[in-house]
């Protein structure tokens, strides 16, 4: 078992910058991936960015590119948000992620591991 804890959610101003943090322990593997997606209310959770863990290689999703930069500190086993230029577009509980492989994968369904979310609230 895998469990992840995000932290750093919170209330920021359009064009204002929050970083977010997920902390992993537990049972972990040869190699995966973590993602990042968010869900705004009443909507489908949306998927935001992902991170293969080994080669730290990235992928993000078209509205978030060139503002959100995903990394991780294996030391820490301990993945990163950072968001910039936020929008009001881009309130939404943010939730992290692991999936057993290292891929892109950008469908929740491929997860096997989530966090309980943090919420982001940008005001326009």
């Known amino acids: 078992q895998v469990q992840l804890v995000e932290s750093g959610g919170g209330l920021a101003q359009a064009g204002g910058s929050l970083r977010l943090s997920c902390a992993a322990s537990?049972?972990?593997?040869?190699?995966?991936?973590m993602g990042w997606f968010r869900q705004a209310p009443g909507k489908e959770r949306e998927f935001v960015s992902v991170?293969?863990?080994?080669?730290?290689?990235?992928y993000y999703a078209d509205s978030v590119k060139g503002r959100f930069t995903i990394s991780r500190d294996n030391a820490k086993n301990t993945m990163y948000l950072q968001m910039n230029s936020l929008k009001a577009e881009d309130t939404a509980v943010y939730y992290c992620?692991?999936?057993?492989?290292?891929?892109?994968?950008?469908?929740?369904?491929?997860?096997?591991?989530w966090g309980q979310g943090t919420q982001v609230f940008v005001s326009s």
């Open positions: 537990g049972r972990f593997f040869n190699n995966f991936a």
């Open positions: 992620a692991v999936v057993r492989a290292p891929i892109f994968a950008t469908n929740a369904n491929a997860y096997d591991y």
């Open positions: 991170i293969t863990w080994n080669l730290g290689r990235t």
